[in-house]
């Protein structure tokens, strides 16, 4: 069991880590940034720019897939899975 | 060439059979309880994937090929969206939860106190913004149908598709009202239908790449203009567009109840992240690759939004258009599924509910059949939607105008997203200000963008587009306040949000919040430190439990309420029985009929049947710290309830004290008077005799006057012991400790108790041990051991009378022992024996006042020391001294 003060230290650090993939999308694919790449050129045929979307796309998701896997670990979030909650309990147990 | 239209229709129905039957499976494995494998990541991130319509399927090759990259915005704000679910689409999802959200109205009206008429505008809207998005589906899919099987009756085939869908839509969106209760079947057939979209599309692209040769092969003689859309590229319209769309994602009902309502696990979310804006990428790949080779191979007047069809129809590849054809089938049944699905849930909800709740007579929500009303409503809803759809698309005659109307839809919907953030991030957020926000916005939505859609033929005239109403210039509706050279879509965007988001914030800050809203906007905003169920939404009153068990029977049907009922009569321990219509109770309650009718509706429904006042500002000072200050309340109350019993308990505890004394007091007296009494009359019948009688003789003179001494004696000696023990019970009379030496205070008092022995023959042993040091008044130890002495050989009735003192110690402590062989006390005798006036069996007969052992204690506990009696082993008693040893007695101990 990690210390708590660790835990939050570790949480916040994996949330700033998730903030800046955001802006760091948004910077490059929805700001002038992109518009640098817009580039009259081709790479083995395909147009550049069609790689710079796809590249950066891919690699959005990439990077979200990581974090989304520290981000789930309940002891990186520091807060009760809905489903966890004690008040929640019985959503869980009860079949539909 | 073309398939047949037997054939085609075969597929059709076939393809739509096969969605029943997944959805049936799925359904019963639901109410089996075997739908583990449903609640997984994957199922859900599928479901999220309806927001691909038919539009997405056909229109984005179109899209690529008339605009180059700018389709691809449409899929990045989603992507961006979901990169940054933590901050708002997993706020979004535990609010859903926790307050059991039924819709994107539920959500709004709920944060905004419940309120009834933000519900009916958000209602509204998202009708006005889904039907020609359902309309545009249709048409999609006629005209992919005529492509594929030839001329054919459009309308027709619009029509039965429309009939269709309402049925599979009626059969498996309304089997129950809860939005708990999730719709397993539908979104099994959903998922289903998004792996056969991607499936679909993927396989194109890569036809299109195989049959060009490589993927480099396609863009050969292609200058990059023509793919990245010309000069534009990454202008205003490309940021609007990607705000648009994201906005959508959120906003859009169908994607509010994928993403939200139909969440079973908040940690899917985490996995929709990625996998989402994956599934995003995997239909955006080839979408290019199809447009550059469409525009190649195909001839100039052929219409790009087709090219998905055409080109594997003009290649031979009649299998591959099947496959496209399903492809885009699946995309545009499964939006209208859900979005009528999402649509009729608001409608019953927010408007049907109401006025039914209205023209019903008060009483009537626990009589009548709600239950079967709302399913009802729910289904003609769905009707309606669906039909004003084909009306819609019968009457925009399939003109190509409907095809903006996606982006229009969108931007209808956006006027949402003040409110909706507003609402989950700022406090100070008020209905009012909602509600101002979202009227202008969509009055200036509908003014710069959905009315000038129809070209000057609905409403607004071709003149008036060009010149303004009456020819006013600033009054243009795609140049408002002379704002020209937009973009129409950025144009009406910058206008309708800038002005929504204005108006809402002002109108929030200068507006009064009701105690409700307050309440709500702190649970919202705080969702995750706080929880619903420990809020009442409701002051002090009273209901009839039966009443609210059958208004809960009439929405969550019969089972679901008595459970309910069941579980909340266990919690406040009274199982079996109806629960107590308390504050908490109600609350519950009214959170599960909400999950079945909408915040509003619920709240309308219990408050109108508990006839309960709406909470009031007194009972909620301030809410901004409300949380705190609830708990903090409630921690202050229930200590100052402990401390009040506490108080009543020792209260009671003094009382009770106070009255024993009484009794004791009053006994004490009776007895003092009766002891005095004895001595007293014969002191006075012996005086009378003296005065009065002159013959008595000189002897007889001297004889009473003896006696009357004595007695006088007598009663002088009671009256000091008297005295004495109500002052060392009082502890008015205070003894000086100091070291003694015990053997030397007991030989002493052996010694002056040793004419009293002689005379009746009684042998003292005395056994001093060692020579100890204790703290006492040495005075009155002698006082108490004599009188321990002169009982024993008083009473004493043995043939031989022996009395042996003996001293002993045990930690810090030293015992004097009074033993004599003549029987003892008994043990009941022993409980009173140190009661005032009791006299021992042994001493029935004498005339002591029974005051002996009584004072002797409470020298002994005066001194911190106690006089007791003990039992040895063979049943005999005797009684013990115990006193405290002298300090510098202990240290010799502990040297020794």
Redesign the interface.
Known sequence: MKDRAEQFFTSRRV?DR??I??LI??LL??S?I??VF?????I???????IY??AV??L??????LL??Q??DEATTG?I???R?P??R??AD??? | MTLSGDLLLGVCLAYVAALFIIAALVDRA?AE?RFRWLQSPLIYTLSISVYCTSWTFYGAVGSAARNG?EF?TIY?GP??V??????LLRKLV?IG??HRITSIADLISSRYGKSASLAVLVTLIAVVATTPYIALQLQSLTRSYQVVAGESNAVATAFWIAAGLAVFTILFGTRNLDA???HHGVVAAIAVEAVVKLFALLSIGLFVVISAG???????DVP??V??GGEE??GTR??TL??LSATAIICLPRQFQVTVVENV???HL??A???F??YL?GM??FI?PIAIYGLKTMPADANPDLYVLTVPLTAGRSDLALLAFIGGFSSATSMVIVAAIAVSTMVSNHIVMPIALRLLPSGQEVSGDVRNLLILSRRVSIAVILGLGFLYFQLSGGSDALAAIGLIAFAGVAQFLPALLGGVFWRGATARGALAGMISGVVIWAYTLLLPSFEGTFLISSAMLAQGPRGIDVLRPQALMGLNGLDPLVHAMVWSLSVNVLVFMTVSVLSEMSPLERLQGALFVDV?NT?S?SHATFAAGSANAEDLFILAQRILGTEPAR?LFD?IAARQGRPGNLPLPSQDMITRLEREVAGSIGGASAHAMISRLAGKAPLSMNELIDIADETSRLIETSRALSEKTDELQQTARQLREANERLRMLDAQKDDFLSQVSHELRTPMTSIRSFSEILLEDGSLTDKDRARFAKIINDESIRLTGLLDEILDLSGLEAGGISITREPISLPRAMAAAVDTISALAQQRGVTIEIEPGADMTVMAGGDRLRQVLINLLSNAIKYNAAAEPRVRVVAHTTAGTAFVDVIDNGGGIGRDEAKTVFDKFSRGQRAAMDQGAGLGLPISRAIMRAMRGDLTVQFAKDGSSFFRISVELARDQLVEDAAG
């Open positions: 949330r998730a903030a993939l955001t999308g948004m694919l929805v002038p992109a518009g817009q580039i009259d050129a081709k083995g045929g395909i147009p550049v720019t069609l979307l796809f796309w891919a959005l998701i990439i990077g979200t897939a989304s896997r981000m789930t807060e899975p809905p489903d909650h008040d929640r019985r959503d009860t079949p539909p | 639901a309880g990259l691809i990045l992507t961006l979901f990169v940054g679910w933590f901050w535990r939860r926790e708990n209760e999730r490589g993927l480099g092969e396609i863009f050969v990059t203009d793919v990245y590229f990454y490309w940021v990607t705000l696990d908040e940690r985490a996995t992240s990625w996998l804006p994956a990428f955006c790949l290019v995750f929880t169920e459970r579980e």
